[in-house]
């Protein structure tokens, strides 16, 4: 691909260095995001949808390799996270921590501001590809909170699981010839890459953004009452281009 290293990350804090920008999709109070030995995600046992993270401020051009390291300590039912490829741009000021939260903006949604495509770890069944080919942006609640619609949304079957207790390992994002994408992930940085999934379409074949997300909520189908507690952290990003 003659790709070549452009940008490395070990969020290392105690702000985001500035090709970032942060926030959350609404001004729920239990995901707390913070920068410092990693990106951190903590995430209270509730009953709300919450999701925050982070967006490249500049978009990408051309082909890419975005790769992700993680740590998700209770990795389960009504938890995802992902590395996706978005062409809604984020806003221009960053919103960390929820203290300092003014506005909802719907970039920051998992699974939101389509059309996109994500290499993601879903709850504890594994890795996988997410994609939405629509342009439903969802709309704002009352309290000016977006409401995402995920009428459109498509997802590939979970990669390399089910999984018990805390995991560590990476996700990586392709772009190639403009339009093909593809989702892999392994445990270990010495482990080969295997696929998780992949899509084509001309729709994301523009400039894109990249973003790193998570989320909790209530999955009641299954008959749950409560999102869980969880912590995500995100150790290393590294984008090639």
């Not at 990693?38 to 500049?58: H, W």
């Not at 998570?214 to 590294?238: C, D, M, S, Y």
């Amino acid at each position: 691909m003659g790709l070549q290293p452009v940008c490395e990350d070990d969020f290392t804090g105690p702000e985001l260095l500035p090709h970032w920008v942060g926030g959350h999709l609404n001004g729920s109070t239990e995901v707390r995001l913070t920068v410092g030995n990693g990106l951190r995600f903590e995430f209270t046992e509730g009953t709300q949808y919450a999701s925050a993270g982070i967006v490249t401020r500049d978009a990408l051009h051309g082909d890419f390799v975005a790769a992700l390291q993680f740590e998700v300590a209770n990795p389960g039912q009504g938890c995802t996270f992902e590395l996706a490829a978005v062409q809604v741009p984020p806003p221009e000021l960053t919103g960390l921590p929820p203290a300092e939260f003014s506005d909802a903006h719907r970039v920051y949604n998992v699974h939101g501001a389509p059309p996109y495509v994500s290499s993601e770890f879903d709850e504890n069944d594994g890795w996988r590809i997410g994609w939405n080919w629509g342009h439903r942006q969802g709309a704002r609640n009352a309290r000016g909170e977006w409401v995402a619609d995920n009428t459109d949304n498509r997802y590939g079957k979970s990669k390399f699981g089910p999984v018990s207790g805390a995991v560590s390992g990476w996700l990586q994002l392709s772009r190639t010839g403009g339009s093909r994408w593809q989702c892999h992930g392994r445990l270990r940085e010495t482990d080969p890459w295997t696929l998780s999934g992949e899509q084509s379409t001309e729709l994301l074949s523009g400039p894109v953004y990249l973003r790193l997300v998570a989320k909790h909520w209530v999955k009641r189908r299954l008959g749950l009452q409560v999102a869980p507690a969880n912590q995500i952290v995100l150790l290393r990003f590294t984008l090639s281009a």
